[in-house]
């Protein structure tokens, strides 16, 4: 049978619409627009905050996930929005010096890329265990933690400073938005908490006119207005992605490689494992279909999408939790709506104009978004140590993971000779994952008392220790 001949149904009220079937098109078409809708504001946020740019993004978020579709044969239906598992890379990246641009920044994940692909294809003929063996949840845990909480400084000190109180106001809604909204609203809180800092902006300049801080990028505060559209009204209505960012590299443009650049990028590989794995496991669960035959077509399939994309100048990708949400909510989980999807984003990067409005985006409103989607990328981390059921009483853990931590959140950094320089996200991953396997199996008898005690205080493995606080079971 045909990969694009889907079976037409009219299902029940409940009753689940599966990858290989579809609605009548004018209802798979409005089921395509509420993905890109639900997809928006993340896939926008991170190549602005990546200094990438949004318009290109946009267009290869469409592209790329056709790509992934044909690699999956459409058994694993999902969108690839931009990662923001790089984020924290790319602010390294910028931060090294001043020939680090944008064209570093793509080919250290355009290596990345291929690096994902390589593992999907050893998953594909390995099998989904050998992920679990060399990234077990204490790992993964580990390294998604110090992604998200590594972009802390990022926030604080480039973000936030352009306008404190929208940021304030921005983040207070969305933290609203994502938890008290009901459903599909709810799934969409980062374009909604856009839309409500961009009009908050233009108020305030409205009512209080300009307002004089450090613009990201500059060094001096100057005067200026929190919404200008002096971009928007140059920009043409239709056209491909064009111009220059803002260190003024062409939009459009191709990798240069750096190998400091790429060790940094590499942290995020691993996240991207995570998540296409877990993206895969939840589509399997919704659907009742066994989808592990295409867990390592799914991860290299985001890896040659994530490459393609970096070739050209655009953003990595991974797939979306928020079109998980949409699937979940209308149970319909057809690839044929995904390809629906995919040609409104391209359609939408081909606006010119569309893009420029995006990019006018006030740094308050970003602040205030990035307070929260970064503080959520770190407890993801946390969140996969809840849902494994890892062990802090357990000393591999807690020992095992801790300098990694402290490594990789606190910009730790270690030198090699004049020229290379390991730290930060790369030192800190490496650290978790050495570190943890050094120990791994390795617990002497009586080893971990003081970490088991710290959080089981009632334990302490028969020995009575009333000095760290056990007490001999009875």
Known sequence: MSMFKWDVVDP????AVLPHQRLPWGKTIGLGAQHVVAMFGATFVFPLVMGLDPNLAIMFSGLCTILFLLIVQNRVPSYLGTSASFVASVA?????DEGNDSSYVTGAILVGGLVLAAVGVLVHFAGGELIHRILPP????????????????????????????????????????????????SRIAVFLALIFGYLLSF??????????SVLGGATEATEHD????????AADWIGLPSGTLADGVSVVHGPSFSLTA???????????????????????????????????RAIGADGIATAFASAFGGSPTTTYAENIGVMGATRVYSTAAYY??????????LCPKFGAIVNATPGGVLGGITVVLYGM??????????????????????VGLAAGLIAGIGGVTLTFGDDFELGGIALGTILVIVFFHMVKGRGGHGAGTVTRNLSHPDYDGGVDDVASGGSAPR
């Open 12 to 15: 029940a009220p409940g009753e």
């Open 92 to 96: 390294a990246i910028r931060a090294l």
């Open 138 to 185: 204490a790992v993964t845990g580990a390294v998604v933690m110090l992604i998200g909480f590594n972009l802390a400084p990022v926030v604080a000190g480039i973000y936030w400073p352009q306008d404190q109180w929208i940021a304030l106001l921005t983040a207070a809604f969305m933290v609203f938005a994502a938890v008290a909204l009901p459903g599909f609203w």
């Open 203 to 212: 108020v305030a300049d409205k009512v209080f006119g300009p307002i004089t």
């Open 226 to 233: 929190r919404v200008s559209w002096a971009g928007v009204q």
């Open 262 to 296: 790429i060790l940094l990028v590499l942290p995020g590989v691993i996240a991207l494992v995570a998540e296409n794995t877990g993206h895969v496991k939840a589509v399997a669960e919704m659907t009742g279909e066994n989808l592990d035959p295409y867990m390592g």
């Open 340 to 349: 629906v999807a995919a040609a409104v984003a391209i359609l939408l990067g």
């Open 377 to 398: 990328i770190g407890l993801v981390g946390a969140k996969i140590w809840v849902e494994n059921n890892v062990d802090f009483g357990n000393p591999v853990n807690m």
